[in-house]
């Protein structure tokens, strides 16, 4: 079999195929042409057909998408299928936030373990059912829990160091959110939070906007 | 002049263009092919020339891109030649770490406001050169800075309450750093940090690499 690289800005699309589909079952609706997905992505039936067709053959010409099976087929490669343990680091007002966060759960996202460095925190109760343990405790905590991903919601002067103790624990995944770009090793995959591009995204719009006023 | 409609993935992208464009720039390469823009930003050359042929004609077929030309060009789409005034609506560790941020003024988002509901947190220096300021100041705050768009940092629970306060005060884009998906009206730009959507694109590569050690 041929592997063919994937272009990350596909698989960062990925997801929101997942959503799309996801709402259209749940709408009822069985079969999609890359038209109607198009609409619902803001994309081009063209770029649709095109960012599918590096995982195969999901529709025929003419006769859509079958909503069901092309959910299913996303959703496994892009591992959905599959429960992930996290672990958090840093339990501050963005930490159990994140660890109250409806969304993680459902979607196969379960923190298992949360730790601090903050020694007032340490064994204090966080979310509905975690105590807040030492960063001592990190490597045990990922071998007992299998822990493949850390989101780390530390301050900004602390995160590569975090981070640095996360890749020799062999943390496989993090997500950061402070609003810096750490360092890690080319067999972590690493995903910043990143208010700048969200941001240059945004005033595409605002300049609209502004200049509609004026 | 016809004005078609760009899609959102489309502009999402942009910001990306951007770097790989001042990236080269700063390497002093001055033309660019879509085959070696398409490797630095892992697309293919067919999608970059589509994405911006939406914008107008930067390069002759077969001759490239010019670096600087194409970069002043996307950034004055974007709106990135202009300065962005913004608030921070939260200054806890996450608001403090946002407003030292070095990253936000040299593309242009001065932070010239801080505020927080918090009594105990109001009077205090934030940054370089903020007082935190109680909410009640932010209508004449907006105003008087000419803000438009505001960085929310509150908790998950005050997200809502603070956002719709927002709109009334006429802001025009919100980042919001809260792991909550609030409501906005059609006139207003709203980025979310999300989470999940971030969560799910990593599981992609750590199901391969997991499934390799197997």
């Not at 941001?199 to 609209?208: A, E, G, N, V, W």
């Amino acid at each position: 079999m041929i592997t063919v690289q994937v272009p990350e800005v596909v698989v960062l699309r990925l997801p929101l195929y997942v959503r799309a589909l996801t709402q259209l079952a749940d709408d009822g609706i069985e079969v999609v042409s890359s038209q109607q997905l198009g609409r619902r992505l803001q994309m081009t039936p063209a770029q649709i057909r095109k960012d599918l067709s590096y995982f195969g053959r999901f529709g025929k010409q003419g006769r859509g998408y079958k909503v069901e099976f092309l959910m299913r087929e996303l959703g496994q490669i892009l591992g959905l299928d599959r429960r992930w343990n996290t672990c958090l680091v840093g339990v501050g007002r963005l930490g159990r936030a994140i660890i109250n966060y409806p969304g993680f759960a459902p979607e196969g996202f379960n923190i298992l373990a949360a730790l601090d460095s903050d020694l007032t925190q340490i064994n204090t109760p966080v979310g509905d059912h975690l105590i807040v343990q030492p960063m001592g405790n990190l490597g045990a905590e990922i071998r007992r829990h299998e822990i493949v991903i850390a989101i780390v919601a530390v301050p900004a002067a602390q995160t590569q160091t975090v981070i640095d103790e996360l890749v020799k624990s062999d943390i496989k995944g993090i997500l950061n959110y402070a609003p810096v770009a750490p360092q890690v090793p080319m067999n972590v995959v690493l995903r910043n939070i990143d208010p700048v591009l969200s941001l240059q995204s945004m005033t595409y719009y605002l300049r609209d906007m502004l200049e509609g006023e004026s």
